[in-house]
Structures are given as structure tokens and as C-alpha cells.
């Protein structure tokens, strides 16, 4: 037979009643039977149950190259981040496998007289990206290299890609994003990044590998890449910002759309990604949650140069606290279900992460 609603069951029931509780209430409350602050009263207690960890493994550090020996040049809108002559971003590549960091990606800010209507210099063999690629190797050959497949440091309009009639031309852009990804791989490059939102550019592009020899190639599809705001400082580091005419509106992914991404991302996948790449990150991380939750594929997000530098500003400010705020952010990708996250803070992250 079941005791009476008002005879106590147990001694914390009990308590619950001298305090002013009734059992079923209690029970109904979940207090206090239940404290949630037992689990966080200690350091060892949280890293017991914590959901989530953030390691060296889940970084990948983006660097700008520029031309030159022993170069270092500061980007104005992104404090403690520099361009590097392919000399020194040999030297950042060990400093990152050092530190633990699997891969690095490469960005080339293009001089203005290599720059043209159709983005030749990016399918030259020689090109700045490709000549950093075979050095890194080189002297670095257990680090992972990332590409950048896109056409907009090379343009002379600041676009992803060929101009025709005022418009970003999707058949004859991927031709030429082929043919740049090609001389990437041949030059050693791991992972072929296409950034650029043309429809169709990943099956071209896989199909070209198994055809010229580099089925190992690894695509990584920025498959969810939204036309954002957030990009203005990358875009003065690789010196495509003063000269892009209009918007990318046309080609990348309107902030206000969802459900999109999940189409855009099962074409990547379907056409021969081996990875997705969501960005911007902090303020879509809905977007990343929906695509690791309906997918499961290895999925990356970009902490671009617009999150970086609003936290590095208000840190200089003293308005935030730089590092805690820079591992928060981190923590929250890795939360939202990111594998990794390319993020301008991976060796100050690597570090204070090594303790």
C-alpha cells in the first residue's frame, strides 16, 4: 500500500517538510534533492563532468604570406597579426607544430600588378602560395597545409571570381578554380579549401584530382559561407577590401537563411567533400549546431577576422578580459559542434591551453 501523501519517506524528505516543503512538491521541484552548484563547488568536480574540452587539436591558425625575405608586415585592423614572408611563415609553422596545432591554413595578400580581370596569377605554379607551400614541407612535413581556393586576392575587382557582364560568372569561375587547385596539390598542399560559394565547384574539382593523380587530396568545403560583414579586416590583410566593386550578396549565403545551408552543405558532401566549413562563427553557431546535428561529417567553423578584432579592441580597451574571452569563444564552437575552428588566437590559445 502506498504511505500517505504526508508521511515522510525519507530523512531529506523530512527536511524538505521542516523547511516548508511538502514531498510532492519537492519532488516535483527537484530541490533540494537536487543541487546543481554540488557539481561546480571545485575545480576537479567541473573538469569531472565538464560536456565539452578544448584542445591544440581543435586549432588550426590561420597565416598571411606577403613577398619579401624576413617581411613582417602589421595588419592595422587585426592588432598582433601580420603578414610573413614565406621565410618567417616557415618559422610560424614549426612554432605550430611545437605548440601541438595540426594545421595551418595560407592566405596571400597579392600585389596590385599580379592582380587582372581573371585571377591568372592564382593558377600560376609559381605564385606565392605555392612557393610557401613547398617551403613549409620542406622543413615542416608532419604540418597540415590548408589552400584558400578562391579567386578574390587575385582579382583586380576584389571578387571570388570572373566578371562577366558586371556578374560572377559560376562556369567560368570554376575553371579557373580548378586549374588553381591543381597547381596547389602539386604544390604538397593537404587540404583544398574552396571558399568561394560557386555552385558545382567541389564534384569539378574532385573530379580533376582522381583525373591528374591526387586522389589523397583532402577537400574542405566552405559550404556554408555567408555574404557577411564580418570579413572587413581579412579582406584589407589579403588587400582585396579597397577594390572590391559592389557586394559578394550574389554568391554567398544570406545571413537571414537557414534551412539553406543544410541544402548547400549535402551538395558539398554528395560532390566529394571531405570536410564542411561553416563561417562566420560566433554569430552562427545555430547554423554549425544544425549542420554537425544532420550530417555527422567532419565540420569546421571559421572565427574570422571580425570576431578577432572586436575582442582584441575591447580587451585593449580593458572593457574585456582578452584571454578569457578568447578561450569562451573557442569553447563555444567546440560546443556547437565544431571539429575544429581556424581562429587567429590558436598559438595564444595553444599556449595558455599547454599551461
Known amino acids: 500500500m502506498a504511505a500517505p501523501k504526508d508521511k515522510p519517506i525519507s530523512l531529506r524528505t523530512e ?14 521541484a527537484g530541490f533540494p534533492a ?52 614565406i ?35 592564382a593558377v600560376n605554379p609559381t605564385n ?8 613549409i614541407k620542406r622543413e615542416v612535413p608532419d604540418i597540415g597545409i590548408i589552400c584558400d581556393v578562391a579567386l578574390d586576392p587575385y582579382t583586380s575587382h576584389g571578387h571570388d571570381g570572373v566578371l562577366v557582364d558586371g556578374e560572377v560568372d559560376n562556369d567560368r ?41 591526387f586522389p589523397k587530396a583532402l577537400i574542405l568545403a566552405y559550404a556554408a559561407k555567408y555574404a557577411s560583414s564580418f570579413y572587413g579586416p581579412f579582406r584589407d590583410a589579403v588587400g582585396s577590401g579597397a577594390k572590391l566593386k559592389g557586394d559578394k550578396l550574389g554568391y554567398q549565403m544570406d545571413p537571414a537563411n537557414g534551412a539553406e545551408a543544410l541544402r548547400e552543405v549535402a551538395l558539398d558532401i554528395a560532390e566529394g567533400a571531405d570536410m564542411v566549413m ?38 585593449e580597451r580593458g572593457w574585456l578580459d582578452r584571454d578569457r574571452v578568447m578561450m569562451e569563444s573557442l569553447m563555444a564552437c567546440k560546443r556547437a559542434g565544431a571539429d575544429a575552428v581556424f581562429t587567429y588566437f590558436a598559438p595564444d590559445a595553444a599556449r595558455k591551453l599547454k599551461g
Open 278 to 315: 561553416v563561417k562566420p562563427g560566433l554569430a552562427y553557431l545555430d547554423i554549425l549546431w544544425r549542420v554537425k546535428d544532420a550530417f555527422h561529417v567532419p565540420t569546421f567553423v571559421y572565427q574570422t577576422s571580425g570576431e578577432y578584432s572586436m575582442m582584441v579592441a575591447a580587451a
Open 15 to 28: 527536511r524538505a517538510k521542516r523547511s516548508g516543503f511538502k514531498a510532492a512538491e519537492g519532488a516535483r
Open 173 to 213: 569561375t570554376i575553371e579557373v578554380l580548378v586549374a588553381q587547385a591543381l597547381v596547389q596539390a602539386e604544390a604538397g598542399c593537404d587540404i583544398l579549401a574552396p571558399s568561394d560559394m560557386m555552385d558545382g565547384r567541389i564534384g569539378a574539382i574532385r573530379a580533376a584530382l582522381e583525373e591528374h593523380g
Open 128 to 135: 606565392l602560395v605555392c612557393r610557401a607551400v613547398r617551403a
Open 34 to 85: 537536487t543541487r546543481l552548484r554540488r557539481n561546480r563547488r571545485s575545480d576537479w568536480t567541473r573538469r569531472l563532468v565538464r560536456e565539452n574540452t578544448l584542445s591544440t587539436d581543435d586549432l588550426i591558425w590561420p597565416l598571411f604570406l606577403i613577398d619579401g625575405d624576413k617581411k613582417r608586415t602589421p595588419i592595422a585592423a587585426m592588432p598582433g597579426v601580420e603578414r610573413l614572408s
Open 87 to 121: 621565410d618567417l611563415a616557415v618559422k610560424a609553422a614549426e612554432e605550430a607544430a611545437t605548440l601541438g596545432i595540426p594545421a595551418i591554413a595560407l592566405f596571400p595578400y597579392t600585389e596590385a600588378s599580379l592582380r587582372d580581370e581573371t585571377a591568372s596569377e
